[in-house]
């Protein structure tokens, strides 16, 4: 089975500090895993995808995301968050049939 | 370029009553999704549309849910005697057609937010 965990629903970080955002996955096949973000009452952004290329994916707005297959993992990080940051954030897989799996969605804080 | 657009963006309707949702995909993008984001269920996916191949429909919650694809560009969402948990928004996606790796990425639409009374 096919699915994505996010593991924490809820990430708080001031202003100038890293931001990480944990997913893990469960794939039989070869993933593509993805990052989207959704600003309040915004539609859904993508911020990078992973599609078995290279390993460390840089996105936009200096986000990144490190694909290590060992950990099934693909967390997502900034150097330094940003008060425009705030915002929900869904780790993606997808499906079989080319549709995605989502995450439950991490909501990012950043404090000033 | 334009992007995937729906409408309406808002929509009131009562317990019993069938609503349509309207998705305009971006021009050239042969694969159409739709999917609905509640509260309770985090984003769900519904139905798939490639091209003119049937439609993958083993996301819809039940036999009240139905999409069509006209000329393979506009699809219409049809809710039919909506109940209150339809409430949520709905979100339409498309993308370049899948290549055999399935690595086409998908752009959103702002969403239309249904609330069933």
């Known amino acids: 089975a096919q699915s994505v965990t996010q593991l924490d629903s809820h990430v708080s970080v001031s202003e100038g500090t890293p931001v990480l955002l944990r997913c893990n996955y469960s794939?039989?096949?070869?993933?593509?895993l993805f990052w989207y973000v959704q600003h309040p009452n915004k539609g859904l952004q993508l911020l990078l995808k992973y599609t078995s290329a290279a390993t460390l994916v840089k996105g936009i707005n200096g986000f990144e995301a490190e694909f290590k297959k060992s950990e099934t993992s693909f967390h997502l990080t900034k150097p330094s968050a940003h008060m425009s940051d705030a915002a929900e954030y869904f780790c993606v897989l997808r499906g079989s049939q080319g549709n995605l799996i989502f995450g439950k969605g991490t909501k990012l804080s950043v404090k000033p | 370029g334009a992007g995937v657009s729906q409408s309406p963006s808002n929509k009131v309707t009562e317990k019993g009553k069938d609503v349509e949702l309207r998705c305009d995909p971006i021009?050239?993008?042969?694969?159409l999704y739709w999917y609905r984001q509640s509260l309770g269920q985090g984003l769900e996916f519904l139905i798939y549309f490639q091209g003119n191949s049937a439609p993958d429909k083993s996301g819809l919650p039940s036999d009240r849910f139905s999409a069509e694809r006209t000329g393979g560009s506009v699809s219409t969402l049809t809710i039919q005697r909506t109940q209150q948990e339809d409430s949520a928004v709905y979100l339409c996606?498309?993308?370049?057609?899948?290549?055999?790796?399935?690595?086409?990425?998908?752009?959103f639409g702002p969403g239309t937010r249904l609330l069933v009374l």
């Open positions: 996606a498309s993308s370049l057609p899948l290549d055999r790796g399935r690595r086409e990425t998908q752009y």
């Open positions: 794939s039989s096949y070869s993933p593509s």
């Open positions: 021009s050239g993008h042969t694969a």
